[in-house]
């Protein structure tokens, strides 16, 4: 890590720039998880098919994707304060235009314009985070940066259904705008304002590359696990991509400053943690998805109870606050990631078994340890993420890290997708079963497993 400036050495300690952050990332991942329920509602007052509203999710990945390179360069050229700022900025007026859109095409721009504000605020907080923070103080400060990722895809669903409900899905945006206005004050008042710093020249044709490549590969699994398209086209996408992906490594290695350094994936810690952190996050980042499917689908719960019981998971994830930093003092990254993946495995497996005679105060119990395990595992994974990445590096790596945790996400969801629908397609069915979704609950739990032993060659 870099040297802090003296003005915050008295300030290591106070939690207030990563609680800051951090609630800028929750916002955002908030929002995008509460659109999804709010899609039948839109597509009702648009006079649209239901079926075209997945454009609403797609271009905001889309967008996500194709930004998402560019955040880590943003964030060392400009100053990392003013960037994030622009991105708050920047996602209070795609808000704006969302909940004032009047077509389709008008709410789709929109989305693509938050995605674009969504792709910097991650990787840039990071970066303050990095350089704000001393090594010793990591893993806490880390830990509130996971903790949007966790409870934000809880929550989601169930603002999303009391606004819709209450009010209208036009609030799902509107929301937003005093929320980005009060997190601007705050990062102006408590963020430190770093210098930027000396980088190269942007890499055009390395972000065109990346991009395309991320950009394809999402769309085209998407595509593939939620039959948007027909096979082959999707096919076609994630090919596509996998070209864009090969033309991107073979610039990189001719490149002198390609603008997403692969080379950091020879970093001992970085590298073992981006494999298994990618396994663990194929294997987990489906979950709320199935869940949800599992709970209203398969079991017959409703929207609003089954969003209440999903919620214990989070409460789950904010206790472990509480308990992250001592356990990893006591036991070492290894110990920890290795074992807990293990754990949240488990977790998932339990949550699969979940039936019609299932008394509702055991779920909320399960889904409760379940969020405590999870939330230490991504706690803790990004702390260990940066362990040895260099300062003059940490934008790089932050780009890296997000780059594959925005693919790995989307994988898993789409081919969780596309397992259920292979599934119902063997038996000739169109719908999905409570068996569909306790298996591919288990190949998810054999995943994060699998993941630990990934986390065993990490030093401890």
């Known amino acids: ?51 075209r509203m997945n454009l609403v999710v797609s271009l905001y990945m889309l967008a996500l994707a194709l930004c998402v390179p560019l955040s880590g360069w943003a964030a060392e050229r400009f100053r990392p304060r003013q960037v994030m700022l622009l991105a708050m900025g920047l996602f209070t007026v795609a808000s704006l235009a969302c909940a004032l859109a009047e077509s389709l095409w008008q709410l789709c721009l929109g989305r693509m314009l938050q995605g674009a ?9 990071q970066v303050i985070i990095l350089r704000w923070s001393s090594r010793e103080q990591l893993l806490q400060a880390m830990s509130w940066l996971a903790l949007p990722a966790l409870v934000g895809p809880l929550l989601g669903p169930l603002l999303g259904g009391l606004l819709v409900t209450a009010l209208s899905w ?12 009060l997190g601007c004050v705050l990062i102006l008042k408590h963020v430190p304002d770093f210098p930027p710093r000396a980088v190269p020249p942007l890499d055009g044709r390395g972000l065109l590359l990346s991009g395309g490549a991320l950009a394809l590969l999402v769309l085209g699994l998407e595509s593939l ?28 290695q001719r490149h002198p ?54 919620v ?65 595992q991504f706690s803790t994974l990004g702390a260990a993420s940066y362990q040895d990445v260099p300062g003059e590096r940490s934008a790089a790596a932050t780009s ?17 997708g596309l397992m259920l629908g292979v599934l119902a397609g063997v038996d000739g069915r169109t719908e999905t079963s409570v068996a569909d979704v306790t298996t591919v609950m288990l190949v998810c739990a054999g995943l994060c497993g699998v993941s630990g032993m990934v986390f065993r060659r990490l030093a401890n």
Request: hydrophobic share 55%; aromatic share 6%; proline share 5%.
């Open 225 to 252: 696990g939620l039959g948007q398209l027909p096979r082959m086209w999707a096919l076609a996408l994630i090919g596509g991509g996998v070209a864009c992906a090969l033309g991107y490594l073979l610039h990189a």
């Open 1 to 51: 890590m870099t040297a802090q400036p003296a003005a915050l050495v008295g300030h290591l300690q106070s939690p207030k720039v990563p609680v800051i952050i951090g609630a800028a990332l929750f916002m955002e991942l908030l929002d995008s998880t509460a659109v999804m329920t709010a899609l039948p509602s839109m597509a009702a007052d648009f006079g649209e098919p239901g079926l």
């Open 400 to 416: 890296l890290a997000s780059m594959s945790g925005q693919l790995t996400m989307a994988m898993s969801v789409s081919l969780a």
């Open 257 to 310: 400053n390609p603008l997403v350094d692969l080379s950091l994936l020879r970093l001992r810690s970085f590298g073992v943690t981006q494999a298994g952190g990618g396994l663990f996050r194929l294997g987990s980042a489906a979950q709320p998805f199935l869940l949800v499917l599992l709970l209203q689908n398969c079991l017959g719960m409703s929207p609003m109870a089954a969003g209440w019981l999903v």
């Open 170 to 181: 036009h609030w799902i945006f509107l929301i937003n705008l005093p929320i980005c206005l």
């Open 312 to 376: 214990s998971g989070g409460v789950g994830a904010m206790l472990m606050k509480l308990l992250a930093v001592p356990l990893v003092r006591r036991y070492g990254y290894r110990q920890v990631l290795s074992c807990n993946a293990v754990l949240s495995g488990a977790g998932i497996a339990l949550c699969a078994w979940f039936d019609r005679d299932t008394a509702i105060w055991l779920m909320a119990l399960v889904l409760f340890v379940a969020g405590l395990v999870r939330s230490l």
């Open 117 to 125: 504000a969504g792709a910097l605020m991650t990787p840039v907080g």
